[in-house]
């Protein structure tokens, strides 16, 4: 089952730095509940990512790392997720039979690469596609 981090809830996007050198993309929040005032998100070896809307003030709703399990070949958060990243529309049965899109699924599924979501209450959206995505 995916993973929401209610530590990010109405968050603030404090800095966002992306180093296509290292496939790595940083972005570090203010955070209103949980002991850490600061944290940062950090995909690595990143596959491909979308972020929209992006503002000089950006509030989180939440963040959602999926689990292996969500990748699987029907309607879901996760697929519909992945799908956005790789085709910006909405996910159909159809898509199903996309082999570029199931072989992103098959690895998420195994576990060689992991999908998160993030939504705004205000500004950015984000979908990542890496290898690792961490909390710091």
Known sequence: MSEQLDSFVESTVV??????EISELRLEVSCVFG????????????DDFLIEDFRFYNILDRVTVFAL???VEEPNECTSALLYL????????SDFEWPAFTEKL???RSGKLQLMAVEAVAGATAIVLAKDIAFE
């Open 15 to 20: 800095r966002l730095i992306l180093d296509r």
């Open 69 to 71: 399990g969500d990748a």
């Open 35 to 46: 002991d850490d005032k600061k944290r940062v998100i950090v995909a690595r070896g990143i």
């Open 106 to 108: 098959a690895m998420i």
């Open 86 to 93: 790789m085709q910006r529309r909405e996910l159909s049965e």
